[in-house]
Nanobody, 123 residues
Framework: QVQLLESGGGLVQAGDSLRLSCAAS????????MGWFRQTPGKQRELVAA???????NYVDSVKGRFTISRDNAKNTVYLQMNSLKPEDTAVYYC?????????????????WGKGTLVTVSS
């Protein structure tokens, strides 16, 4: 069982930066693929970024060059550094974990989910 707790969301202006954090429970964090998803009302959930246990990363095109996903296995934490934020980045951001990287990246699914943190970007 893995429990995930996101933090770091908030209200910012366009062009600002935010760093989201996701603290995970469990002793096998380092073996899990981690992902950040986002969702807005009426829209399908979208995978924003993912990182495998070996450090490989994947990003949705709309955030490439602006967002960076990273992990600190010693702290059981995954981060999403978001720069040059745009109003269209406004969403609830969810942290997710799965033992299998392609489940997150290809199937856009995960076994474990956090409750989400709201990011609002004003224009």
């Amino acid at each position: 069982q893995v429990q995930l707790l996101e933090s770091g969301g908030g209200l910012v202006q366009a062009g600002d930066s935010l760093r989201l954090s996701c603290a995970a429970s469990g002793r096998t964090f380092s073996s899990y693929a981690m992902g950040w998803f986002r969702q807005t009302p009426g829209k399908q959930r979208e995978l924003v970024a993912a990182i495998g246990s070996g450090g490989s990363t994947n990003y949705v095109d709309s955030v490439k060059g602006r967002f960076t996903i990273s992990r600190d296995n010693a702290k059981n934490t995954v981060y999403l550094q978001m720069n040059s934020l745009k109003p269209e980045d406004t969403a609830v951001y969810y942290c997710a974990a799965d033992p299998i990287y392609i489940v997150v990246v290809i199937q856009k699914r995960a076994s474990y989910w956090g409750k989400g943190t709201l990011v609002t970007v004003s224009s």
